[in-house]
């Protein structure tokens, strides 16, 4: 499936305090995107396969690309709760902004002609706000992880090699 990127594709921009490095680290780490978004298993380097857990459903993208510090890029291969995003791409563009940084954030083909698309923008909200109280305040607001044993377990069948 080809997304084609349209004015109606979400988009947001955020403010950091903290220099593109750090918000870059943020979203190339497994640890950190558990601790801001949802939690997180596989790699995050360019052409690795990272997977997220959302509740007992998941959410498989291949990085496309992870440019330090300027740009990390995914490409949506499987998402069980939202299967309206398969075939989306996400891009995450970080230029500084005086010590800090601004984040450009686009999920390409997340338009409102997808059925998820209010509850998505909604929750992109909220995961974005989540990305800066995480980066700049050290907590963010992520979904709740699994138990404990069950992530672990799920983290070990998903390593990166």
Do not use: K
């Not at 209010?118 to 992109?124: F, S, Y």
């Not at 995480?134 to 709740?144: F, K, L, T």
């Amino acid at each position: 499936m080809t997304v084609t990127t349209t004015t109606d594709d979400f988009r947001s921009t955020r403010t950091f305090a903290t220099a593109p490095d750090g918000v870059f680290s943020a979203l190339t780490d497994i640890d950190a995107l558990t601790g801001w978004w949802t939690p997180a298993g596989g790699g995050a380097g360019a052409g690795e396969t990272l997977r997220f857990l959302m509740g007992d459903q998941e959410v498989v993208m291949r990085v496309d690309q992870a440019d330090r510090p300027s740009r990390v890029g995914w490409s949506v291969l499987v998402c069980e709760p939202a299967p309206d995003w398969v075939g989306t791409s996400i891009t995450f563009d970080l230029d500084p902004a005086g010590a800090g940084t601004e984040l450009g954030f686009q999920h390409h083909g997340l338009n409102p002609g997808l059925e998820c698309f209010e509850q998505c923008h909604a929750g992109w909200t909220h995961f974005l706000t989540s990305l800066v109280d995480y980066v700049d305040r050290g907590a963010g607001s992520p979904n709740p992880p699994a138990e404990v044993e069950r992530l672990a377990a799920w983290r070990a069948e998903h390593a990166a090699h």
